[in-house]
């Protein structure tokens, strides 16, 4: 007989869930803390504090060239958590990884080494306008050095990219897309595989911002066929200074050196320097191993949950917010795109969201309130900023209530 | 004579003590002395007029009037606009040597950065700053 499925065994125990972190519990101003800030970085479960303080504890030791017991054991555990990056995003090879210290290191080293080979006066790297400056500012930085063009997709005013002017801009001049998988600021989520499919038919290469991507949704580098694509641990429960990127064999194989040091070399003399192989040729130094052993708790907290059954609740908290905002007077959503991660950026008439972001703060609210790093895509909307609650599998739809009720009360006494 | 520096500052030293430091009470009652201040005029909203370092925008100006320095003020949040607010009740109408000398102990007797952040208080030190520099700037136009 099969069994009957009811879908309660796949929900998820939320308050067994909060209580894997301990930051959440505690008071902010007098207030149980609300932390709605997780696009910018998400708080960090037991395991991974745990996993860091074994590290330093138990066996701290620099990797891979000592013999001894704890290089051993450090190495190993360095080595494994390459491993799960590999299967959380599921490419080829786990010589395909490459330890940064996040997102936008990742897009840097593709800049100064993939962007220094490859691109040419003349050329054409394509972003978006919803970039994060870190997938703006590498490639202008480039394009300047070598007399290459920045050419932009435009958004229309729901958030959502305008697809048809994308494929307009690609020609054989292209040599690099970079845009992000979703939005930091409106939560949109990109057609990347059709972006991706696009810039391939021209030859071109792609790189995906997966800084957003990476807690809420599936990502397979395979079955998208991307040339990169950049991770940070701490915007999925990791710590911070730690993230990845991945690239393809044969790219990486061909592009220089990011950094000069130990590590990255096989054999060095003044005469000549000979290079590692991938993925060490691009880890120059001593890596953050602390972290990276941490980062793999992170993974597995992840997949212990399911990324889906997460991100299933998380959207249901954004349907929630969604609900409960709009119907608060003279709240504008901003970014009203059909998909969307767990983010809600939003804007009060004649309220400055720097006075919405410290009212709410004095309620154990934690909202973000700025441009975001998006302050292009800010002056295509003709705003300066807007407050910004973003939600990861932690938070509850009676924290939504509490900012609701915060939110209520500005708007009375505003007005 | 106005009322001394000293004596407003320990007015409003006693008017936060009865808000017992709670922040979301505390922040209510500062944008309500933000709208209360005196309007300032659109035509003064100048890139020029705006104080540096503030995250926030800020406008303010300085003029004198007898033997005292004015000051209008205003800001695009309305918290950062009841900050400034106090600072024009203190030091607007002053003279100008009271202006540069004043010491400021109010923003530590009323616990003010514990509840407007680092940022907030980087910018309203930015303030007094400014208002002590037009006042000193004033001082010889007054003397002469």
Known sequence: MSEVKTGIKDQLDIEAIRKEFPVLHQEVNGKPLAYFDNAATTQKPLAVINALNDY?????????????????????????????????????EREEIIFTKGTTESINLVAATFGRQEIKAGDEIIVSELEHHSNIVPWQILAEEKGADILVIPVFENGELDMESYKKLLSEKTKLVAVNHASNSLGTINPIKEIITAAHAVGAKVLIDGAQASAHLPIDVQELNCDFYAISAHKFYGPTGTGALYGKRELLENMPPYQGGGEMIKDVSFKKTTFNDIPYKFEAGTPNIGDVIAFNEAINFVNKHGKSAMAAYENELLNYATEKLSAIDGLDIIGTSKAKVSVISFLIEAIHPFDIGQMLDARGVAVR?????????????GIEGTVRASFAVYNTKDEIDRMVEGLDRIVKFMK | ??????????????????????QEMTNFYIMELGQKLDAMDEHLKTEENIVKGCQSKVWLTADVDGDAVVFKADSNTAITKGLVSLLVRILSGQKADDIVNAELFFPQEIG??????????????????????????LKSKIEA
């Open chain 1, 369 to 381: 309130t700025g441009h975001h790093c998006t302050q292009p895509l800010m002056e295509r909307l």
């Open chain 2, 112 to 137: 003010m950065d514990r509840f407007i952040g680092t940022q907030r208080s980087n910018g309203f030190a930015a303030m007094i700053k400014q208002m002590k520099m037009y006042a000193f700037a």
């Open chain 1, 56 to 92: 330093y504890k138990g066996y701290n030791a620099n990797i891979h060239r000592g013999i001894h017991t704890l290089a051993e054991r450090a190495t190993k555990a360095f080595e494994v958590t390459r491993e799960s990056i590999r299967a959380f995003i599921n490419a080829k």
């Open chain 2, 1 to 22: 004579m106005p009322e001394s520096i000293k004596d407003i500052q320990n007015s409003i030293v006693e008017e936060f003590s009865i808000l017992d430091g709670d």
